[in-house]
């Protein structure tokens, strides 16, 4: 691993005020450029054990990406609310909620 930004606001730190990267020219990873914060430096070791710590959240919520990904979007569930509301018609709601426990059936929580 390396030097991330999401290493060092997993830590704490906010880019531009607290810090600076970039790019290394030669293509090995990514620097800070300029430290402004009053607190110490962090190691990269910290930075990594923070982008570590950040993948392991990250990971544990693919699922609720990929569902909202597929869920019906919030226009069918205007349309859906409507015709059941107003309407009195069931059928919009129901296909809906079908969908949506398809949708989790799909993509359990872990």
Do not use: C, H
């Not at 919030?74 to 609310?81: C, G, R, T």
Request: a negative charge; aromatic letters at 10%; charged letters at 25%.
């Amino acid at each position: 691993m390396a030097i991330t930004s999401v290493g060092l606001q997993k830590l704490g730190f906010t880019p531009e005020t607290d810090y600076v990267l970039q790019d290394n020219s030669d293509g090995n990873g990514v620097f800070i450029v300029e430290w402004k914060s009053e607190s110490p430096q962090p190691s990269e070791a910290e930075i990594e054990a923070g982008e570590a710590e950040w993948q392991v959240v990250w990971d544990a919520q693919e699922y609720a990406r990929n569902r909202q990904a597929e869920y019906p979007s919030i226009n069918d569930l205007i349309v859906a609310l409507w015709e059941n509301v107003v309407e009195e018609r069931a059928s919009a709601v129901v296909s809906l909620e079908a969908k949506r426990q398809a949708v989790k059936t799909k993509y359990p929580k872990p």
